[in-house]
């Protein structure tokens, strides 16, 4: 008897270690979702990327979409950019170009929009070179500007993940109280 309770223990001991190892390789922080209708215009305007990786804005951006249309979002428009093309909010200024993004959500009739920042998009360095990804979302309320919702994490895969594949699961996870409304 002795023999199985102990085996139990280890067993039962190396799955929490297991799941506290599992849990370790995300943080988020994410408000509770306001009672957002997914039937609403919506408008995604540009995600900055405040990392060196480029185009990680536009990454985010066009994951963000997919997942919203797969959650049952039916009124979508995203903001194409300046004319200037490439990552123009690396660097640029973002007051303005964001200020540009919300006067065409305006003229869309879009009701919400959803925007952010991308501040890690990248491949550690070292040895195993694991993906790490983090981004932070804003919905913001088209009619005045003000921020509605937040939520903001970050998230590690391991050495054999893909960079997308861990930026897709973070972003699914963040956008999940939307798409419970």
Not at 104 to 132: F, H, M, N
Request: charged residues 20%; aromatic residues 6%; contains cysteine.
């Amino acid at each position: 008897m002795k023999t199985i309770v102990s085996k139990l223990w280890r067993r039962l001991a190396g799955a929490a270690v297991l799941t506290a190892l599992v849990a370790g390789c995300s943080t988020m922080n994410v408000g509770d979702a306001p009672n957002l209708p997914k039937t609403a215009a919506w408008a995604i305007l540009p995600i900055a990327n405040t990392t060196e990786t480029p185009d990680a804005g536009q990454r985010a951006e066009s994951i963000a979409q997919s997942i919203l249309i797969q959650n049952g979002f039916t009124d979508l428009h995203r903001y194409v950019g300046d004319p200037d093309g490439g990552d123009s909010l690396v660097g640029g200024n973002n007051a303005q170009a964001r200020m540009r993004a919300l006067e065409w959500a305006r003229k869309t009739g879009a009701k919400y929009a959803l925007s952010g920042a991308v501040t890690e998009w990248r491949y550690k360095v070292g040895v195993d070179g694991e993906p790490v990804a983090g981004v932070t979302f804003d919905v913001i309320d088209v009619s005045n500007g003000s921020i509605v919702w937040s939520a903001t994490g970050s998230r590690s895969g391991w050495s054999r993940s893909s960079l997308a594949g861990v930026g897709q699961t973070l972003i699914r996870n963040l956008l999940a109280p939307l798409a419970q409304r």
